[in-house]
């Protein structure tokens, strides 16, 4: 889970930081050309932090399926651990009342079998 968070706060870190570069150059006492000779350059480098920030998401979005198909794997192995026991379990029960006789079954459930 720290991954995932690590991943959104280097995101929110990255956007803050050219929105706060685009909001300072706008209200930078510099000349209208100085500004947008700034400007471009920072423009030009965009596509290079977009491409960042889709590695970076790209990059967590694997981790994140690559932990939940594990996670996803041990629940399945424990299901059918589960599922067999349980089967296994059902079966004992299922031969031990087969080899139980009636009046065992009377025995065990106090009932006398002459009022049957």
Do not use: C, H
């Amino acid at each position: 889970m720290s991954d995932q968070n690590d991943g959104a706060f280097l995101g929110g870190l990255l956007i803050g930081g050219a929105i706060g570069a685009i909001a300072a150059l706008l209200y930078a006492p510099r000349s209208g050309k100085d500004t947008r000779k700034v400007l471009k350059k920072s423009l030009d480098t965009l596509p290079d932090l977009a491409e960042e920030l889709t590695e970076t998401f790209q990059s967590q979005a694997d981790q994140l399926s690559d932990t939940a198909r594990r996670n996803w794997e041990g629940t399945l192995q424990r299901l059918q651990e589960a599922i067999a026991a349980g089967v296994e379990a059902s079966q004992a029960e299922s031969d031990r009342l087969e080899k139980a006789t009636d009046e065992d079954i009377y025995a065990a459930q106090d009932i006398d079998p002459s009022q049957n």
